[in-house]
């Protein structure tokens, strides 16, 4: 029985992406081109991946296509506007990704902007322009379970130290093959950072202003998988364990597509911007303290559920939980072991609250609270 949740709060959700999930969904991936009709199609491929068996045996099933044979180490504005000057000197209908999520961004802002006269940083410094139309096709094929930006709206982008975010409708990639095969020989840090990443995206969907039921449903059970698979994914790797982090990985993609990030995420950047701090350790190691502070303002059926998801019985075993997986997974959860020292902590406070991230958390911490919280992790 359809059962309608709180019919007077507009609620949405949107995917246009269409998804393909599975070990061997890569093998799909000429057949795709094909069954698209897709002229040209122009291939971003990860290092590593470029190396391997399976990239040479998918271009040769390709009839019209071209590879991108600079290396894509950075998502910035020279790597972008590199392959933005590339895909404009011919004539491609499609470009796709095959890498972790400094690859999928990068291409995802030239597979938009290209289209364009621009360059990347009219869209991001100067504001002169904005995504107004779908750029190339675009097809996302993550080899890393984390960032989500198969099933995103928007890309990532940094430039000499500072965060931007190119964000649009209009930039949900057309197709996502999500193959856990990929992931199976990733190191521990290439498993344990996106995976935490994933995990916090998950939670900050779930407690976010935006949610939805639909939204909901994604992060609760995404919550519920990479709870129950990161440290075996991280410390004994085998194939049903990375399918299951592939799974939960994506699930919370699609929980978050609709919602952002919230504060985690949002006090992550300058730890990110000025110490190199990994996206996942620095989203992550606020997690435990975010949890003791916002789930309290949650719903009380909003927190039974996720409490459940967490299978945990109160706040404090929550937040215990994820300290323990961290450090089980070899995360650091002191400041003290990242070099960030008391003094700095004005400074993630001063940047901690980009706009656009924090006002998405249901209850926002004072600057004075959240330098307490902060010294709470020196
Ligand atoms: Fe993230």
Redesign the pocket.
């Known amino acids: 029985m359809l059962k309608i949740i709180n019919p007077q709060r507009k609620s949405s959700y949107q995917l246009p992406t269409k998804v393909y999930f599975g070990r061997g969904a890569i093998d799909l991936f000429p057949e795709i081109i094909q069954e698209r009709k897709f002229k040209k199609l122009l291939l971003v491929a990860g290092e590593h991946f470029k190396k391997s068996n399976k990239f040479n045996e998918i271009v040769r099933k390709i009839k019209d296509v071209k590879i991108y044979e600079n290396v894509v180490k950075r998502c910035d504005f020279i790597n972008i506007n590199k392959l933005i000057k590339f895909c404009r000197e011919d004539s491609f209908d499609a470009i796709a990704a095959i890498g972790g999520g400094t690859v999928l961004d990068a291409v995802k802002c030239a597979s938009a902007v290209s289209v364009d006269g621009c360059l990347v940083e009219d869209y991001l410094i100067s504001k002169k322009k904005e995504v107004s139309r779908k750029g190339l096709s675009f097809l996302a094929i993550p080899t890393t379970a984390g960032?989500g930006s198969e099933v995103t709206p928007w890309a990532t982008v940094w430039d000499k130290g500072k965060k931007y975010s190119l964000d649009s409708k209009y930039i949900f990639p057309e197709v996502a093959i999500v193959d856990p095969a990929l992931t199976d020989s990733l190191s521990k840090n290439l498993t344990s950072e996106p995976g935490i990443?994933a995990l916090?995206?998950a939670i900050e969907a779930y407690w976010n202003i935006h949610n939805n039921a639909i939204s909901d449903k994604y992060a609760l059970e995404s919550i519920k998988i990479i709870l129950m698979n990161l440290e075996q994914a991280v410390n004994n790797p085998e194939p049903k364990v990375r399918d299951a982090m592939a799974w939960g990985s994506l699930l919370a993609g699609l929980a978050f597509s609709n919602t952002r990030?919230t504060i985690c995420?949002a006090v992550s950047y300058p730890m990110t911007a000025h110490w190199s701090i990994p996206?996942g350790q620095a989203?992550s190691i606020t997690l435990p303290l975010f949890i003791k502070y916002v789930f309290p303002v949650l719903s009380k059926g909003k927190l039974s559920k996720i409490l459940s998801a967490m299978k945990v019985k109160n706040i404090i075993e929550a937040s215990q939980i994820i300290n323990d997986l961290m450090i089980g997974i070899g995360l650091k959860t002191k400041f003290s072991d990242l070099g960030i020292t008391k003094k700095d902590v004005d400074l993630i406070v001063e940047e901690g609250f980009d706009p656009s991230r924090s006002k998405n958390t249901p209850k926002v911490p004072s600057p004075l609270e959240l330098e307490e919280m902060l010294y709470s992790i020196l």
């Open positions: 960032t990443d916090c995206q990030t995420h996206h989203t």
